[in-house]
């Protein structure tokens, strides 16, 4: 496959029918709208492959006091999970990561693959959809670290490229067992 343009993310297919080996340590992305269920999905991939999870909200809490959730901050907490995620997948000691957040532009997916190829591990890419409905019923109920909104992510939903192509794309909108189910078929 090319690795130009919008084939920068072309790593797979959606749903395989039987789990494709991964080859450990790696790196595994988990991407989507903000409230579709990423850190739901991101801790089920981790504790099937027994990785690291780094979650963008965390990482910008720790980084940032009083977040502003400007372009130079956003790119800061990226840069900071890309490092994070490149030194625990170094050396012989590396273990597997799963980065947990928007990734909105195909430029930070394809970042997050150069990643991996930096450090020769492999990468799968994870895109979690939801119906929009749920996701406002969950964000309403949730509590945790996230300051994202209903209306983040609507606006979130405007500016979000396409996910071309995922290893896996799991629809978050059923049960908290079929969420699993869907993962646990990939890993």
């Known amino acids: 496959m090319s690795e130009t343009g919008s084939d920068l ?5 959606t749903v395989p029918d039987r789990p494709r080996a991964l080859e ?6 988990v991407c989507g709208l903000p409230g579709v269920g990423k850190s739901t999905v991101a801790r089920r991939v981790a504790a099937r492959i027994d990785a690291d999870v780094l979650r963008s909200d965390v990482v910008r809490k720790e980084l940032f006091v009083d977040p502003a959730y400007t372009a130079a901050e956003t790119a800061t907490v990226y840069d900071e999970l890309f490092e994070r995620a490149g030194d625990r997948l170094r050396g012989e000691a590396a273990t597997s990561v799963v980065l947990d957040a928007t990734f909105k532009t195909r430029r930070r997916r394809a970042d997050a693959r150069a ?3 930096r450090v020769d591990r492999p990468f799968r890419l994870v895109h979690v959809d939801c119906a929009e409905s749920v996701v406002e019923r969950r964000i309403a109920e949730r509590e945790g ?10 606006e979130f939903r405007e500016l979000f490229d396409p996910v071309r192509r995922a290893d896996l794309t799991v629809d978050n909108s059923g049960s908290l067992a079929e969420t699993r189910r869907q993962v646990d078929e990939a890993f």
Do not use: I, K, T
Request: hydrophobic share 55%; net charge negative; glycine share 4%.
């Open 24 to 29: 450990l340590p790696a790196l595994v992305v």
């Open 145 to 154: 670290v996230s300051d994202a909104d209903f209306q983040v992510h609507r």
């Open 115 to 117: 990643v991996a190829d």
């Open 9 to 13: 993310e072309l790593v797979g297919r």
